[in-house]
C-alpha cells in the first residue's frame, strides 16, 4: 500500500503536525494584552504588516502599494491633533498627523498634513474620501476593511508613531515624507485606568459614564443634542451592524448597516449610520446641521459650564475606543440589545413611531413609548 494513502501512519502524522502547529501559531497570534502592542509597517511593494505582542510576532497582512508623499489638506479637525501621532482610527482607513499646514486661510486652526493606511477595498476601487483625496499619500494593503488593523488591532487614536532605523525607533520629524522601505511603527499604549464600556443616555442633559473594571461608574460628558436618526455616512458599509466605524479627535462614528461590496448597489443606498461630536467640533462650519436640526448627530459636552472641551480627549475622543466596538441600545429604558437595521437618511428613525414600523416590518408586535433612550460602546478588550 502506497504510504502516503488516507489510511497510512506518515498521513495521520502529517495530520496530527498539522493540527499542533495551526494550534500553536493560533496561541501565538493571541494578544497578550490587547491594550498594549506595536504594529511594524514596510513601506513597500510586498512589504510585511506585523504585530508585536509579548515579545512574539505574527504577520498580519502586506503592502500592497507605498505611499510616497503627504496630504497637505487634512480634514478640519486634523488641526487640532497633536503630531505624531495616529489621530483617526476607522473600518475604512489609519490617518496618521506628521505635521500643522497653517498656510490655509480657510483653516484658522490649520490643518493636518497625514499620510494614511487604507484596506484593500479602497484600493481596489479607487474610492476617494475627503480626509485623504492624495492617493500617492495612502499606504494601500492586503488586509480587508473592518479586520485586524481596522478592527480589534486597530490602535487608539493618540497612538505614537515612529520610523524604525537600525533597530532604533526615532519619532516622526516634522519634515517627514513616507519613502519606500520605510519601517513604520505604531505602538499601542494601555491607558492608566482601562474601561469596560462608555454608555449615554439619549436626552438633553442626559449623562455620559465611562464603566470601568468592577462596575465603578464615572460622568465624563453631557448630552447637548441628543441623536433621533441616522444618515449616509461613508464607511459605514465595511464595519457591520450596531458597530463603532471610526474615532477621532471630534467624532464618533456608527453604523447601523450590515457589511456590504458597494455604497450603493443599483437599488438601495446600503449606509447608515450617525455620528457623536464633541460641542467645540458640532460648532464648526460644516457641521452647521449638527447644531441646527440635524437629527443624525448627538452633540455631547463637558459636565461643568467651567470645564475645557473634551474634544481630543480620553476616553470619548482619544485613547480607548477602536473600529469594530460593539454599540448597544435600550429602547423605553429597557434591555440592552442591537441597534436597529436603519439604511440611508431617516430622520425620525429612533422616534416612537418610527421604531414600532420598523419592529413591525420585521413582524415583532412592539408597543414603543419613549424610543432609544441609551447606547453603550462596548470596548474591545476591557476588563
Known amino acids: 500500500m502506497n504510504r502516503f494513502s488516507m489510511g497510512s501512519p506518515a498521513v495521520a502524522a502529517f495530520c ?14 493571541a494578544l497578550q494584552d490587547p491594550w498594549s502592542y506595536r504594529l511594524r509597517l514596510e513601506n513597500r511593494s510586498g512589504g510585511k504588516i506585523e504585530i508585536v505582542s509579548g515579545g512574539k510576532t505574527a504577520a ?24 505624531g501621532e495616529v489621530i483617526a482610527t476607522a473600518a475604512n482607513g489609519l490617518h496618521i498627523k506628521v505635521a500643522q499646514n497653517t498656510s490655509d ?46 478592527a480589534e488591532e486597530a490602535p487608539f487614536v493618540g497612538s505614537k508613531v515612529f520610523i524604525e532605523l537600525d533597530s532604533r525607533l526615532k519619532p516622526l520629524p516634522r ?28 436626552r438633553f442633559g442626559g449623562q455620559v459614564k465611562v464603566v470601568y473594571g468592577g462596575r465603578s461608574k464615572k ?38 448597516v450590515p457589511r456590504a461590496d458597494k455604497p450603493f448597489d443599483g437599488v438601495k443606498d446600503n449606509r447608515g449610520g450617525f455620528q457623536i461630536v464633541p460641542a467645540c467640533h458640532a460648532m464648526d462650519e460644516e457641521m452647521l446641521k449638527a447644531r441646527e436640526g440635524g437629527t443624525q ?31 448597544e441600545c435600550r429602547i423605553d429604558g429597557g434591555s440592552w440589545e442591537p441597534l436597529p437595521e436603519l439604511y440611508g437618511k ?23 413609548r419613549s424610543g432609544l433612550t441609551h447606547l453603550r460602546i462596548v470596548l474591545q478588550g476591557g476588563p
Open 16 to 29: 496530527f503536525r498539522w493540527i499542533v502547529l495551526t494550534f500553536l501559531a493560533a496561541e501565538a497570534y
Open 175 to 202: 519634515d517627514y515624507r513616507p519613502q519606500e522601505g520605510d519601517f513604520i511603527v505604531i505602538e499601542m499604549v494601555p491607558p492608566s485606568k482601562k474601561a469596560r464600556a462608555i454608555e449615554f443616555e439619549n
Open 219 to 256: 460622568v465624563v460628558a453631557v448630552v447637548y443634542k441628543p441623536v433621533m436618526g441616522t444618515g449616509r455616512f461613508d464607511g459605514s458599509i465595511y464595519v457591520g451592524q450596531s458597530r463603532v466605524r471610526a474615532n477621532h479627535h471630534g467624532v464618533i462614528d456608527v453604523s447601523t
Open 105 to 150: 486661510p480657510d483653516f484658522p486652526d490649520g490643518r493636518g498634513v497625514l499620510f494614511s493606511i487604507l484596506p484593500r477595498e479602497l484600493g481596489l476601487v479607487g474610492e476617494s474620501y475627503q480626509s485623504y483625496k492624495d492617493t500617492s499619500s495612502s499606504i494601500i494593503t492586503d488586509i480587508s476593511a473592518g479586520t485586524t488593523i481596522f
Open 60 to 83: 498580519l497582512g502586506a503592502v500592497v502599494v507605498p505611499a510616497n508623499s503627504v496630504n497637505t489638506k487634512g480634514y478640519r479637525d486634523s488641526g487640532r491633533s497633536p503630531r
Open 297 to 327: 448627530w448627538m452633540v455631547i459636552g463637558p459636565p461643568n459650564a467651567t470645564d475645557p472641551p473634551i474634544d481630543g480627549t480620553a476616553p470619548l475622543f482619544r485613547g480607548y475606543i477602536r473600529p469594530g466596538d460593539r454599540v
Open 346 to 368: 431617516l430622520d425620525a428613525a429612533f422616534s416612537p413611531m418610527d421604531l414600532m414600523a420598523y419592529f413591525k416590518g420585521k413582524g415583532i408586535d412592539r408597543t414603543v
